[in-house]
């Protein structure tokens, strides 16, 4: 079973729509939960942490449900800078450095 | 902003070389990483670094591999001698503290092992 497991993509919407990707995890133990953005052959950059209670930044809106071991995100007036990969990332570790987990991605396109 | 660098950005290099990727992590940051990812391939651990020693290495970590902090600000992986499934972008990523910290990964290396 992956450990983390991404809506497959590639999403293609206009600009200005809204778009959700989800993502399952796992490890029912995963302590920390991100997305991370990956332009083609550039490296993974952090959108946002996400949290039980879950949190907005901006456009986008992070959701955590912990029961179903689930996490999405929502991105809310596309622009064409938003395509992109989008990565789902747990961590399993409550102390040191335990490895992020990542999923394979969602790539999000974005047209005109 | 600090940021991670990593040199070189490309590597081109023959099956049976070995090759060294440097990383210098953002200075006050005290866990490295490295990461790789093949191409069209999801992004994978290899080892974890603290205190100047291995914290935490996956399976693809072999005897093939090794990391070094050779000084106060280099962080270094080195593959002995390089196969063809070798060939990747290696990440290095650094983070202040530990798991719930968010770990900053540099713009990447890619080896073409021939």
């Known amino acids: 079973r992956k450990e983390v497991e991404q809506d497959p993509g590639p999403f293609n919407v206009p600009e200005g729509a809204t778009v959700a990707f989800n993502c399952t995890y796992s490890n029912s133990a995963s302590q920390s939960f991100f997305w991370y953005r990956q332009d083609c052959r550039k490296e993974p950059k952090l959108l946002m942490s996400v949290y039980s209670s879950g949190n907005e930044d901006g456009r986008f809106t992070a959701q955590l449900n912990r029961a179903s071991q689930y996490i999405s995100l929502l991105i809310r007036d596309s622009k064409l800078s938003d395509s992109a990969t989008y990565l789902c990332?747990?961590?399993?570790?409550?102390?040191?450095?335990?490895?992020?987990?990542f999923g394979k991605g969602t790539r999000l396109s974005v047209i005109a | 902003e600090p940021e991670v660098t990593q040199t070189p950005s490309h590597q081109v290099t023959q099956m049976g070389q070995e090759v060294i990727l440097r990383c210098v992590p953002i200075?006050?940051?005290?866990?490295f990483y490295w990461y790789r990812q093949i191409l069209g391939q999801k992004v994978e651990f290899l080892v974890s670094f603290y205190n100047n020693e291995i914290s935490e290495k996956s399976e693809i970590f072999d005897d093939q591999f090794s990391v070094e902090r050779p000084d106060g600000s280099n962080f270094t992986l080195k593959i002995r001698s390089t196969k063809l499934e070798d060939s990747a972008m290696y990440f290095c990523a650094s983070s202040r503290m530990g798991s719930r910290e968010t770990q900053y990964f540099g713009p990447g290396t890619r080896l073409l092992v021939l």
């Open positions: 200075s006050n940051h005290l866990y």
């Open positions: 990332v747990v961590n399993n570790g409550n102390s040191g450095n335990t490895p992020l987990v």
